[in-house]
T-cell receptor
Framework: GAGVSQTPSNKVTEKGKYVELRCDPI?????LYWYRQSLGQGPEFLIY????????DSGLPNDRFFAVRPEGSVSTLKIQRTERGDSAVYLC???????????FGQGTRLTVV | DAKTTQPTSMDCAEGRAANLPCNHS???????VYWYRQIHSQGPQYIIH???NNETNEMASLIITEDRKSSTLILPHATLRDTAVYYC??????????????FGQGTTLQVKP
């Protein structure tokens, strides 16, 4: 299957640690999005990449969160000094081009203990 | 992007049509209505979108009122696998739009045998 792949599917980390979450978008999709979903809530937009550049990072909650997409394909969401409030499912989506239908991955469930 | 209002939850009998309403009274002329659904422990899945005409695809039908202030997603023959949270989203669908989605709380549809 050539869907959006996210790894790991689950990640447990201790408060204060650094984590990286990976997203492999559908091949050829130029647009990539990261969302965060807390229990019982709808997904919340974090950041959008068009190619290699972050075109919209208005949803990143603070400077502990950072994302890269160096070659315009795989993206990594990085969280420094994790806090218990960062616990959530982190979803990645990609689309063929800006504004087109978005395809979501299964998400990474992050638990900060 | 315009705000949407959906009922928190709905039930539907298996095999019957599920009609999910959405109010978007502040929708602008260039904003489309999108529907996504999220089955438990999965990422959101695109269903359908429309501007002002009714739309139908293999998954569902979308009925938009003439004044475009509300719409209804119709699943013609609901199955147990249609149990999910359904999100109604309004946004501009232009190439200049980033394509980020603003999710609300959605409607939890429970299909019962």
């Amino acid at each position: 299957g050539a869907g959006v792949s996210q790894t790991p599917s689950n990640k447990v980390t201790e408060k204060g640690k650094y984590v990286e979450l990976r997203c492999d978008p559908i091949s050829g999709h130029t647009a990539l999005y990261w969302y965060r979903q807390s229990l019982g809530q709808g997904p919340e937009f974090l950041i959008y990449f068009q190619g290699t550049g972050a075109a919209d990072d208005s949803g990143l909650p603070n400077d502990r969160f950072f994302a890269v997409r160096p070659e315009g394909s795989v993206s990594t969401l990085k969280i420094q000094r994790t806090e218990r409030g960062d616990s959530a499912v982190y979803l990645c989506a990609s689309s063929l081009k800006q504004g087109a239908e978005a395809f979501f991955g299964q998400g990474t469930r992050l638990t900060v203990v | 992007d315009a705000k949407t209002t959906q009922p928190t939850s709905m039930d539907c009998a298996e095999g019957r049509a599920a009609n999910l309403p959405c109010n978007h009274s502040t929708i602008s002329g260039n904003e489309y209505v999108y529907w996504y659904r999220q089955i438990h422990s999965q990422g959101p899945q695109y269903i359908i979108h429309g501007l002002k005409n009714n739309e139908t695809n293999e998954m569902a039908s979308l009925i938009i009122t003439e004044d475009r202030k509300s719409s209804t997603l119709i699943l013609p023959h609901a199955t147990l696998r249609d149990t999910a949270v359904y999100y109604c989203i309004v946004r501009v669908a232009l190439s200049s739009n980033t394509g980020k989605l603003i999710f609300g709380q959605g409607t939890t549809l429970q299909v019962k045998p």
